[in-house]
């Protein structure tokens, strides 16, 4: 059994958590990292008695439309799979029922889900150094739970329930297009890092609109922390889900 995680994690909190969960299981780990723009998934094809934690971001309580894109051109051939959706502690919404009918067309077989919360990727208040260890303790029992049931011989036929909605609530668009400050080098690392491929080395001073998915990753690695978003719409947006926000939510197991 070779264990595989794909994960898609521009800045970085869905790594954490899905290296959190594959650290308690057993064996070495092939990572997918779908937000490297040079990965080719179609050349991505596991075996039947391969097992894949598949890890995305909620945004807006839906599945990234890139990291769907990306994650429809991997091949499942009947492997088992645990999805894992992150949200900044608002609400995950679709997200996991999103992402179990998305693997499920490439061929996985959903044995478990997990919600489970990381910082918000742009308002960084709600969330804060999550996840934390309290969160680390919650997952490591969850992925010790799985992991039973990945050893289980003669797995069930799935029956999982998992919340959400079809059809799935209306996907937002990017809105919040990162731009570079005074402090800019033109070192091209956000160029270079982009996952959508947004920004031009030739024109680093902000992103194409039309491709940029607000994933922030040009912001969070940034070495001269010279990439912003707006200030005005970010604080709009902080007050808009506050209360949403204000009650700490815990990660949940579907198994």
Known sequence: MALVQIVFSPTGGTGKVADIIAGEWEGSVTRVDLSDAKTDCSKIKLGQEDVALIA??????????????????????????????????????????????????????????ISAVAEHSIIHQYAAGRPDEKDAEVLRGFAKKIYRKLMDDEPSASTLEIPGNRPYRKAGGAGLVPKATKEC???????????????????????????????????????????KVNGALVSAAAMAIKKACSERKEAELFC
Not at 60 to 84: D, S, W, Y
Not at 201 to 219: E, N, P, Q, W, Y
């Open 56 to 113: 995305v971001p909620s945004y807006g309580g839906r599945v990234p439309e890139f990291a769907a894109k990306r994650l429809m051109k991997i091949t499942g051939n009947q492997a088992r799979c645990v999805i894992v959706c992150v949200y900044g502690n608002r609400a995950y919404e679709d997200t996991l029922v999103e992402l179990r009918d998305i693997v499920e067309k490439c061929g996985f077989h959903t044995i478990a889900a």
């Open 185 to 227: 080098v033109r070192c091209g690392v956000c160029a270079e890092n982009c996952p959508a491929q947004a920004i031009s080395r030739d024109s680093l001073k902000t992103a194409d609109s039309k491709k940029c998915i607000s994933c922030m990753r040009c912001v969070t690695g940034c070495p001269q922390s010279a990439r």
